[in-house]
């Protein structure tokens, strides 16, 4: 059965850094999300993209983050200048199409900031 | 925004009896309710959905009930096993400011769901 990847499984940096989260959504799927999880809390979500643009982002998602899909299979989040606040667990998801309702989550990046 | 709203935020039972979990949401227009089931450390799992044209919906051991005049829905598990113990998230699919949708879903806060041998 086709999954979500999500690649690293755990990154480790320094505050100020940029980050790179990359994301391989199933194959035939359309839309595409990244969510968060801080440690012991719900899932938040960030931002959905579709037809290769933004189509809906939360306050969380401001300017140090940014979205790409830079060719057909990955789905990338990139965090310019981290801060001790962004260490979560970051998860993508994809869904097949407007017709369809269920998300389907990749296994999650751990981002950890010092 | 949608507000999910869950509860209880932990749930103990013994092996074979019936767990229920709560939602409440705020927005009316929100049409589709997920539950994830999330072992520690690993992916939210999708175990079951429903529709806000359906008002009930069953699989096996898990089932779903949707109440839209009062905005909640609730997760029902019988004959509970060791192997449910897991956090459950419920969730809503709802509209942005324009009314559009584009599947973005709020998660409620979490059930732990422990079931003991």
């Known amino acids: 059965e086709p999954e979500v990847t999500q690649t690293p499984s755990h990154q480790v940096t320094q505050m100020g850094q940029e980050v790179i989260l990359r994301c391989v959504p199933i194959s035939n799927h359309l839309y595409f999300y990244w969510y968060r999880q801080i440690l012991g809390q719900k899932v938040e979500f960030l931002v959905s993209f579709y037809n290769n643009e933004i189509s809906e982002k939360s306050e969380i998602f401001d300017d140090q983050f940014s979205v790409e899909r830079p060719d057909g299979s990955n789905f990338t989040l990139k965090i310019r200048s981290t801060k001790l606040e962004d260490s979560a667990m970051y998860f993508c998801a994809s869904r097949q199409g407007w017709r369809f309702n269920e998300q389907f989550f990749g296994p999650g990046t751990r981002l950890t900031v010092l | 925004g949608e507000n999910v709203e869950q509860h209880p935020s932990t749930l103990s039972v013994q092996e074979g009896d019936s767990a229920v979990i709560k939602c409440t949401y705020s927005?009316?227009?929100?049409?589709?309710f997920p539950w994830y089931k999330q072992e520690l450390g690993k992916r939210p799992q999708l175990i079951i959905d429903i529709r806000s044209n359906v008002g009930e919906k069953k699989d096996q051991r898990i089932a779903v009930t949707l109440n839209k005049t009062a905005k909640h829905f609730s997760l029902h598990i019988t004959e509970t096993q060791p192997e449910d113990s897991a956090v459950y998230f419920c969730?809503?699919?709802?509209?942005?400011?324009?009314?559009?949708?584009?599947?973005?879903?709020?998660f409620g806060q979490g059930t732990i769901l422990t079931v003991h041998p």
């Open positions: 927005d009316s227009a929100s049409n589709y």
């Open positions: 969730a809503a699919k709802g509209r942005n400011a324009g009314g559009t949708s584009y599947g973005k879903l709020t």
